[in-house]
Protein backbone atom coordinates (compact mmCIF):
# COMPACT_ATOMS: atom_id res chain seq x y z
CA UNK A 1 0.00 0.00 0.00
CA UNK A 2 1.33 3.69 -0.86
CA UNK A 3 -0.06 6.67 0.32
CA UNK A 4 0.45 10.06 -1.77
CA UNK A 5 0.02 13.44 -0.55
CA UNK A 6 0.43 16.25 -2.97
CA UNK A 7 1.88 19.64 -2.33
CA UNK A 8 2.85 23.27 -3.48
CA UNK A 9 -0.66 24.04 -5.53
CA UNK A 10 -1.57 27.27 -5.43
CA UNK A 11 -2.52 30.59 -7.18
CA UNK A 12 0.12 32.38 -10.07
CA UNK A 13 0.02 34.61 -12.46
CA UNK A 14 0.48 33.85 -16.14
CA UNK A 15 3.89 33.52 -16.94
CA UNK A 16 5.14 31.93 -13.72
CA UNK A 17 6.01 29.29 -11.80
CA UNK A 18 5.06 26.44 -9.47
CA UNK A 19 6.89 23.43 -8.13
CA UNK A 20 4.14 21.10 -7.40
CA UNK A 21 5.53 17.92 -4.56
CA UNK A 22 4.28 14.27 -3.74
CA UNK A 23 5.39 12.37 -0.75
CA UNK A 24 4.86 9.11 -0.76
CA UNK A 25 4.63 6.78 2.45
CA UNK A 26 4.74 2.82 2.41
CA UNK A 27 6.87 0.69 0.87
CA UNK A 28 9.27 0.57 -1.69
CA UNK A 29 8.80 4.14 -3.41
CA UNK A 30 11.95 3.44 -6.18
CA UNK A 31 9.89 0.27 -7.47
CA UNK A 32 7.05 2.58 -9.30
CA UNK A 33 6.46 4.55 -12.09
CA UNK A 34 5.63 7.85 -10.44
CA UNK A 35 3.31 10.11 -12.85
CA UNK A 36 1.79 13.19 -12.61
CA UNK A 37 -1.81 14.14 -14.02
CA UNK A 38 -4.76 17.01 -13.74
CA UNK A 39 -7.95 17.31 -14.00
CA UNK A 40 -10.16 20.77 -15.33
CA UNK A 41 -13.58 21.36 -14.24
CA UNK A 42 -16.03 19.13 -16.50
CA UNK A 43 -13.07 17.46 -17.95
CA UNK A 44 -11.30 14.07 -17.75
CA UNK A 45 -8.26 13.33 -16.05
CA UNK A 46 -5.12 14.01 -18.38
CA UNK A 47 -1.28 12.61 -18.55
CA UNK A 48 0.66 15.09 -18.10
CA UNK A 49 4.39 13.67 -17.53
CA UNK A 50 6.19 10.36 -15.90
CA UNK A 51 9.39 9.19 -14.33
CA UNK A 52 10.45 5.40 -14.31
CA UNK A 53 11.93 4.10 -10.68
CA UNK A 54 15.36 3.67 -12.88
CA UNK A 55 17.50 5.04 -14.53
CA UNK A 56 15.18 7.93 -14.84
CA UNK A 57 13.50 7.86 -17.86
CA UNK A 58 11.21 10.85 -18.52
CA UNK A 59 7.76 11.37 -20.59
CA UNK A 60 5.66 14.18 -21.04
CA UNK A 61 2.49 15.09 -22.62
CA UNK A 62 3.38 17.40 -25.50
CA UNK A 63 1.11 19.79 -24.09
CA UNK A 64 3.17 21.10 -21.32
CA UNK A 65 6.57 19.29 -23.01
CA UNK A 66 9.35 22.18 -22.74
CA UNK A 67 8.02 24.06 -19.91
CA UNK A 68 7.47 21.19 -17.19
CA UNK A 69 10.18 19.22 -15.53
CA UNK A 70 9.46 15.93 -13.69
CA UNK A 71 11.63 14.67 -11.24
CA UNK A 72 12.22 12.12 -8.03
CA UNK A 73 14.66 11.74 -5.32
CA UNK A 74 14.13 8.31 -4.00
CA UNK A 75 16.01 9.13 -0.76
CA UNK A 76 12.82 11.61 -0.11
CA UNK A 77 10.47 9.16 -1.55
CA UNK A 78 9.42 12.42 -3.45
CA UNK A 79 8.63 13.57 -7.13
CA UNK A 80 8.46 16.99 -8.13
CA UNK A 81 6.76 18.37 -10.83
CA UNK A 82 8.57 21.96 -12.11
CA UNK A 83 6.03 24.35 -14.03
CA UNK A 84 7.31 27.12 -15.64
CA UNK A 85 5.88 29.64 -18.01
CA UNK A 86 2.40 28.71 -16.64
CA UNK A 87 -1.10 29.58 -18.98
CA UNK A 88 -4.48 29.96 -17.48
CA UNK A 89 -4.71 26.70 -19.39
CA UNK A 90 -2.82 25.12 -17.20
CA UNK A 91 -5.80 25.60 -13.98
CA UNK A 92 -6.80 22.18 -12.79
CA UNK A 93 -6.47 20.04 -9.90
CA UNK A 94 -2.87 18.53 -10.16
CA UNK A 95 -2.73 14.85 -8.82
CA UNK A 96 0.00 12.38 -8.96
CA UNK A 97 0.22 8.73 -8.96
CA UNK A 98 1.76 5.67 -8.56
CA UNK A 99 2.15 2.73 -11.03
CA UNK A 100 3.73 -0.32 -10.72
CA UNK A 101 4.50 -1.20 -14.21
CA UNK A 102 8.02 0.00 -15.53
CA UNK A 103 6.62 1.43 -18.58
CA UNK A 104 5.64 5.25 -18.64
CA UNK A 105 1.95 4.27 -19.70
CA UNK A 106 0.13 7.84 -20.38
CA UNK A 107 -3.05 5.39 -19.21
CA UNK A 108 -4.63 6.30 -15.84
CA UNK A 109 -6.15 2.98 -15.96
CA UNK A 110 -2.19 1.74 -15.57
CA UNK A 111 -1.69 3.34 -12.17
CA UNK A 112 -2.51 2.06 -8.85
CA UNK A 113 -2.25 4.96 -5.93
CA UNK A 114 -3.46 8.26 -6.45
CA UNK A 115 -3.16 11.05 -4.17
CA UNK A 116 -5.68 13.67 -3.66
CA UNK A 117 -4.66 16.63 -5.42
CA UNK A 118 -4.11 19.79 -5.37
CA UNK A 119 -5.72 23.20 -6.86
CA UNK A 120 -3.38 25.21 -9.21
CA UNK A 121 -4.80 28.60 -10.43
CA UNK A 122 -3.23 30.49 -12.75
CA UNK A 123 -4.48 34.00 -14.03
CA UNK A 124 -4.37 36.16 -17.14
Known amino acids: QVQLVESGGGLVQAGGSLRLACTAS????????MGWFRQAPGKERNFLAA????????RYADSVKGRFTISRDNAKNTVYLQMNSLKPEDTAVYYC?????????????????WGQGTQVTVSS
Open 97 to 113: AASAIATMTPSSSTYDY
Open 26 to 33: GRAFNRYT
Open 51 to 58: IVRTPYNT
